[in-house]
């Protein structure tokens, strides 16, 4: 890897970081503010609507101008919700503005990737980045739970040099040629652009599965957040600060995952770890049997390895044939549009079951049956249209 992945590395990290802070601190004004339970999971409604939205246009802006600049003028968005936030925005509110600079932050981000790497160094710069985040992840976790319990101006003030800090660096990625302009900028033509490109990446049996998969597994992701911080209240009877450490013990099995993924996987093996999501709803399952924190952090741990063994091989599958099909921002706009699609589906879902009152176990098993048996399907269907 050379000096400039590593720059847009440290940049994704800092906005990654305030990102995370930001999410908890947000959380815990929630609480200061005695909002009702089930505002904590809108708070991640909020966020990723705009990526569902701007789906069709972020894509456009990424591969039309230099994908440093557009992360650094998302940067500032994000910047700007954080600070409407620290001068007393509702969180909800403000947590959206940040989403509006994270959706079309996030096509540059990865699309720079397969336009500075070759294909080979995709799967290992999918890892590096996936490590960063998950390590962002676990840091913003500790900082968002400790922070706020000290004090939330605070909190905001470090989130706000956060963003300022990735911007510095943003300034300084490496340009790279502009890939597949569009010819035209009217609103119908980028729609219909957009609907192409969303066309071309389903029809693609390999794009087919991987975006089936992180679609899933980012829903997934978001929703699991929610799901443990009630389950460590109700099984372990954890604090909310304790709670929101076990999200630390998930991450670190993420990392894990994607180390090993982008060790041992090479891209053209990418859709062989498709089992690994059968068995991590098996795993999500087995929540519901523990009572122990000492199990439970084993648990957590083996649920992150699995999902981040699994996603980072298909992530970058997705890119390589995004990047070949339509264009790497257009192919991440896309993917963006279906994963925040399965985030919102899956976070409303879990708000609905929450306002009913249904029991956190409850919930836990039909998550996690509903994993394994979406994982298994998928993988059916590849090996249906794979010939032998």
């Known amino acids: 890897m050379n000096p400039g992945f590593y720059i847009i590395l440290t940049a994704q990290f800092l906005s990654a970081l305030a990102d995370n802070v930001l999410l908890f601190t947000a959380i815990a004004l929630l609480r200061n503010l005695d909002a009702p339970s089930w505002h904590d999971p809108m708070l991640q409604w909020f966020f990723v609507v705009s990526y569902i939205i701007l789906a069709p246009l972020v894509g456009s802006v990424a591969d039309a101008f230099p994908k440093g600049r557009v992360m650094f003028a998302t940067n500032a968005i994000k910047f700007i919700?954080?600070?409407a936030m620290m001068l007393g925005m509702p969180p909800l509110y403000a947590y959206g503005i940040v989403g509006i600079g994270a959706a079309a932050y996030s096509p540059a981000k990865y699309g720079i990737l397969t336009e500075y790497l070759p294909p080979h160094l995709l799967v290992k710069a999918n890892g590096w980045m996936e490590g960063s985040t998950v390590m962002a992840i676990v840091l913003g976790t500790i900082l968002g739970a400790v922070l706020p319990s000290i004090n939330i101006q605070t909190a905001m003030i470090v989130i706000t040099m956060l963003y300022m800090m990735a911007a510095v660096f943003n300034l300084y990625i490496p340009k790279v040629p502009i890939d597949h302009k569009l010819p035209?900028?009217?609103?119908?033509?980028?729609?219909?652009d957009f609907w192409h490109s969303f066309k071309v990446l389903?029809?693609?049996m390999q794009g087919q599965v991987s975006l089936a998969v992180t679609t899933l597994f980012w829903?997934?992701?978001?929703?699991?957040?929610f799901v443990v911080l009630a389950w460590a209240g109700f099984a372990l009877d954890f604090t909310q600060k304790q709670s929101t450490y076990l999200m630390v013990i998930v991450a670190i099995g993420i990392a894990i995952g994607s180390i090993f993924a982008a060790r041992r996987i090479r891209l053209e093996e990418s859709v062989k770890v498709l089992p690994a999501g059968i068995i991590a709803g098996g795993l999500v399952m087995a929540m519901t049997l523990v009572s122990e924190w000492h199990i439970a952090c084993i648990l957590l741990l083996l649920i992150g390895a699995f999902s981040g063994y699994l996603v980072v091989p298909l992530?970058?599958?997705l890119q390589h044939r995004g990047h070949l099909l339509i264009g790497a921002g257009h192919s991440i706009a896309v993917?963006?549009?279906n994963e925040n699609l399965g985030i919102a589906v899956l976070i409303s879902i879990y708000t609905l079951m929450v306002r009913a009152d249904i029991e956190i176990n409850s919930i836990i098993l039909i998550f996690g049956l509903f994993i394994s048996i979406m994982m298994s399907g998928i993988y059916k269907l590849y090996r249906t249209h794979t010939p032998k």
């Open 81 to 83: 919700g954080s600070s």
């Open 184 to 192: 035209r900028k009217d609103p119908v033509y980028v729609l219909r």
């Open 202 to 204: 389903w029809k693609d």
């Open 219 to 225: 829903g997934v992701g978001a929703t699991l957040r």
């Open 315 to 317: 992530n970058a599958l």
């Open 335 to 337: 993917q963006n549009f």
